[in-house]
């Protein structure tokens, strides 16, 4: 061949060369991104939980795509899953691969971590992935699905302070009334406690098994599973069991509690608590139903007084200042009487709180103490403020007095008032200890209230007058044992010319302090004092 025609093919082969590297360039100048981009961007907006994003990744649109992320958000119950050490594999031909790490949270299970990966294709020059449902977990194909199969360990127990055990249906209706029961599981409850749980399983329903469901109950060994034509077990987590609940009952101060108030035909309540922690050792009501010890809302009546000669003390006056109890006195035009029409003349101070003088207390309330005082010391002794002793129980409630003559009214635990034994109890405790403390009836329980210290100088004063009421007061003839103290009430209520009143007595003997309240039962010294006086006696 001659020389030149070999010059001139090898010149076209090297132009025909030259044109495919061309193209080539071309090509890959006008294909954006790599799969290690596209990987990235697609499991950070899985993290994120941000489907929308997701789908902006995707070569084409996707039937079930949400769905099949919800396999692990609803079915399984996470939380949040966190994918991690994303890697792109070599491209070829337009296609790769990107393996990657996700952790799912499941609610009260625990995390599952698995491996898996990522098909990925160029489309229209750029990098998408080719999502399939493998793309969430390698076991699901579009007719697979993701469950739980949970096996709970047995519940754990409730007990009293002395490791005995209250969740049985031996130990009587009010100790049931706080530890609730056992039922199954609802919708309502499912929605609310994670996706361990399954329809029918056993969960507490109301008092102390329902507060404390999760640390009862513990957690389940789970197994995730696929679930299509077979089963298949893709990872076990091993569950725990639940952890005791120790209350601060004890049976020996519940008994004597409740046959203190069993025969009382009226409706009755009794609540004991330890001054020197706010520790609840008993709580009794002598009917069913409503918890009357911790959510009932009675006018306190005379046992307020505690609180507003606190204040009294406070200002200056001492057990021994001479005061007057008159028959009658008027408070911002509001005529105030005393139980029985009774009035001591001129007396100590002492003694207009052993008798209970109403006629002593109010005017004194409105000319040193006023509405903000009077409120701000109430709030100090445990009203106004939620009560956090591990079941429900209703606040202690004392408005502002926005007159003289409410302020009048409140002086002696009338007007808006209310209280439930469990409150008044915490009353009585303060004056035993020194300081008002949270009640609670799970001491393991972080409460949100600090004790707080009576105003400096009254304690030892309010202990006197409290003595006083048993020992030649309202409760002299209630055959209280040596050594307590106490105060009266009678909350009258409802409309008409003559009143019903319910009857109370509050009171202390060494570290036990307690609230007794008869509903519609009339004097305080007559029926709920003896009532206390059955319940010391008996310990």
């Known amino acids: 061949m001659p020389r030149g025609r070999t010059v001139a093919i090898s010149a076209a082969a090297a132009v025909v060369v030259a044109g495919g590297a061309a193209g080539g360039a071309y090509y890959l100048l006008h294909t954006r991104g790599t799969p290690q981009e596209t990987a990235t961007r697609f499991t950070s907006a899985w993290s994120r939980g941000d489907l929308t994003a997701m789908k902006a990744e995707l070569a084409s649109p996707a039937p079930g795509f949400d769905a099949t992320y919800a396999e692990l958000t609803k079915n399984l119950g996470a939380v949040k899953v966190a994918v991690r050490d994303v890697r792109a594999g070599q491209a070829k031909d337009d296609r790769a691969a990107a393996s990657f790490t996700a952790t799912a949270s499941l609610k009260d299970v625990g995390d599952w971590t698995y491996q898996g990966s990522l098909r990925l294709v160029v489309k229209d020059h750029y990098w998408k992935v080719d999502w399939s449902p493998a793309a969430v977990h390698p076991a699901l194909d579009g007719n697979t699905h993701l469950a739980l199969k949970t096996s709970w360990p047995q519940r754990a127990s409730i007990t009293d302070a002395n490791g005995d055990r209250i969740d ?91 046959d203190a108030v069993r025969d009382l035909p009226k409706p009755a309540s009794l609540v004991a608590v330890r001054p020197s922690t706010g520790e609840i050792l008993a709580v009794v009501n002598n009917k069913g139903g409503f918890n009357r010890a911790l959510d009932g809302k009675y006018a306190p009546g005379s046992t307020f007084k505690t609180i507003t000669a606190a204040g009294l003390l406070a200002e200056g006056l001492t057990p021994s200042s001479r005061v007057t109890c008159p028959k009658e006195a008027v408070v911002g035009g509001m005529k105030i009487r005393n139980s029985d ?199």
């Open 168 to 258: 049985g249906g031996d130990v009587g209706g009010s100790v049931q009334q706080l530890v609730g029961y056992l039922d199954k599981a609802g919708d309502d409850d499912l929605g609310k406690l994670g996706s361990a749980y399954k329809k029918n399983d056993p969960v507490g329903r109301a008092g102390l098994q329902e507060t404390f469901q999760k640390q009862l109950a513990g957690t389940p060994t789970t197994e995730i599973q696929a679930v299509g034509p077979s089963r298949k077990t893709l990872h076990s987590i091993k569950g725990s069991p639940g952890r005791d609940l120790t209350t601060s009952l004890d049976l020996k101060v519940q008994h004597a509690a409740a």
């Open 341 to 539: 029409h009774e009035a001591f003349g001129s007396l100590s101070f002492l003694d207009s709180y052993a008798h209970s003088c109403n006629t002593t207390f109010a005017p004194l309330a409105a000319e040193k103490l006023g509405a903000k005082k009077l409120y701000d010391l109430a709030t100090e002794l445990g009203f106004n403020q939620p009560l956090r002793i591990g079941v429900p129980a209703t606040p202690g409630s004392m408005p502002k007095a926005t007159s003289d003559a409410e302020l009048a009214a409140e002086s002696f635990g009338q007007g808006r008032i209310t209280a439930s034994p469990l409150v008044m109890a915490t009353v009585a405790a303060a004056v035993a200890d020194g300081s008002w403390r949270p009640p609670t009836l799970v001491p393991s329980r972080k409460q949100a209230e600090a004790p707080r210290e009576l105003p400096g100088g009254v304690v030892k004063g309010l202990r006197s007058m409290m003595r006083a009421v048993v020992s030649k007061g309202t409760a002299r003839k209630a055959g209280l044992p040596s050594g307590t103290a106490g105060k009266t009430g009678t909350a009258e209520f409802g409309t008409g010319p003559k009143l019903e009143s319910h009857a109370w007595f509050m009171g202390y003997r060494g570290d036990l302090a307690f609230a007794v309240v008869v509903e519609a039962g009339g004097m305080g010294g007559d029926v709920a004092a003896p009532v206390a006086a059955r319940f010391l006696k008996a310990l």
